[in-house]
């Protein structure tokens, strides 16, 4: 079924009565030329663009609970290609340009709302870094504006500028950033990639790769065992647990970051805000609550929910920069998986395992990749080899020392 403005006019008329299942609930065949473990974003993405760009229709995701229960569905819906490094640039812009186009591609409402991403700065060293930052996205064909504190008073003017602590010099900002519906996203991936023949298989958790000879021949999952040609893993915060089925350890922790949601307000905040001098970013969503987040919890955890301590931290950065909040009440918050690399970027990578790839180390910042993710990933499993665009984000970089430190924090996740 096309949506259109016709089909919508057409259901009203209808009484919204042949509406159709937005993708098949498919039965697990015995084998597939490729089976792709996790159905989040970038799993769903990799089938569709498998299907799409390589004609690679016998592709099965299987999902261990439902469509967008992992972090697909759980985070504070950012995208942005404002990366500084040679390896990070072109891949998140090339994210980008797939965003641009999504909704066409996917026939499917995506919610991409290009409101602007604004960085700000509180200290002469930090204008310099985000001056540098701007000036290699600019090299890049990005688009960046370093903007001074009027420009920014001029956009956000009930921020606390004169914070004693913080006060506000100026932001970077990416016009092109902003946000798209999270679960739209999953929904709209996997309706296209059944479309083109894809069997999404959920409920179906993963628990043995079975290996014959140093390749990957397949997979026991909670409903049998299936072979499959080649097996993509795309699990975020479980990879770790995961490629331990085949004997491989990845330089991945998993931490807890949380989201936050307050109560519905009047629009407000038509932009996407990051605060500077703490780890804190906030937006408004379409119904009207203020969407905030902040750092990861900082323990090793494999559990979706957070702790106390960093409500507090984050309600403590949202505080400082924005006190006017402080008068709204919380409404919802929940916590996701994150896949911690050891230099805070990602992985796409064929293993050392015959027929196994990976998609994993995301961090907290996989959602805004997702397209790009997706189809790097499919590039790499259709065609046994990398795509220029993740070239850089091979697994044996961290053997190697070739890491992108993007933010030159050493291997440390909880500084990432
Ligand atoms: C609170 C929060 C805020 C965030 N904010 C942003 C943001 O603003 N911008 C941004 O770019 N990124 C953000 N992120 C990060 C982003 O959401 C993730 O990096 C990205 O979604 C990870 O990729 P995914 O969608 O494929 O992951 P997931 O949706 O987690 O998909 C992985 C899937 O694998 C499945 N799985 C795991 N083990 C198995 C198994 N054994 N068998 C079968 N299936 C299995 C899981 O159930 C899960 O559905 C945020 C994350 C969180 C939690």
Not at 190 to 202: E, L, N, P, S, T
Not at 275 to 285: E, M, N
Not at 321 to 335: F, H, N
Not at 338 to 350: A, Q, R, V, W, Y
Request: hydrophobic share 40%; proline share 4%.
């Amino acid at each position: 079924m096309r949506y259109s403005i016709l089909s919508v006019l057409s259901q009203a008329l209808q009484g919204n009565t042949g509406w159709k299942p937005v993708w098949r609930d498919a039965e697990l065949k015995p084998a597939y030329d490729i089976v792709i473990v996790g159905g989040g974003g970038h799993g769903l993405a990799t089938a569709f663009y498998l299907a799409k760009e390589h004609g690679l229709t016998n592709v099965a995701v299987l999902e261990k609970g439902w469509l967008g229960s992992g972090n697909v569905g759980r985070n504070t819906t950012i995208i942005r290609s404002n990366y500084l490094l040679p390896g990070n640039i072109p891949f998140y812009e090339w994210s980008m340009k797939l965003w641009e186009g999504l909704e066409q591609d996917l026939n499917y409402n995506a919610m991409v709302s290009q409101r602007g991403v604004l960085n700000l700065y509180h200290s002469d060293v930090q204008r310099d870094a985000y001056a540098r930052r701007g000036n290699a996205m600019r090299l890049h064909g990005v688009d960046a504006d370093l903007l001074d504190r009027e420009q920014v008073k001029a956009l956000v003017p009930y921020l606390d500028f004169d914070n004693a602590r913080f006060p506000i010099q100026g932001g970077l900002m990416q016009r092109r950033g902003g946000t798209v519906r999270h679960d739209a996203v999953a929904w709209g991936y996997a309706r296209a990639a059944d479309q083109r023949g894809v069997d999404i298989v959920q409920n179906c958790e993963v628990t043995g790769i079975r290996l014959e000879g140093g390749r990957v021949v397949g997979l026991d999952t909670a409903k049998g065992f299936v072979r499959a040609g080649k097996v993509g893993l795309a699990c975020a915060g479980n990879s770790s647990r995961v490629a331990a089925l085949a004997g491989l350890r990845l330089p991945i922790e998993s931490h807890v970051l949380q989201a936050f949601v307050s109560e519905g307000i009047k629009p407000l905040i038509d932009t996407v805000i990051t605060f500077g001098a703490g780890h804190f970013y906030i937006s408004q969503s379409d119904k009207g609550g203020l969407v905030f987040g902040g750092d990861i919890d900082g323990y090793n955890s494999y559990a979706q929910r957070g702790n106390l301590p960093a409500v507090e931290d984050v309600c403590e950065s949202g505080m400082a920069l924005m006190p006017m909040i402080g008068r709204l009440r919380l409404l919802r918050s929940w916590g996701g998986l994150m896949d911690m690399s050891m230099d805070g970027s990602p992985i796409i990578d064929k293993t050392p395992i015959e027929g196994l790839y990976l998609n994993a180390g995301w961090c907290y910042g996989g959602f805004k990749a997702t397209p790009a993710s997706g189809w790097c990933f499919a590039h790499t499993i259709a065609r046994d080899e990398p795509h220029t665009l993740n070239a850089a984000y091979r697994l044996d970089r961290f053997a190697t020392g070739h890491l992108i430190d993007e933010k030159g924090a050493g291997a440390q996740p909880n500084l990432h």
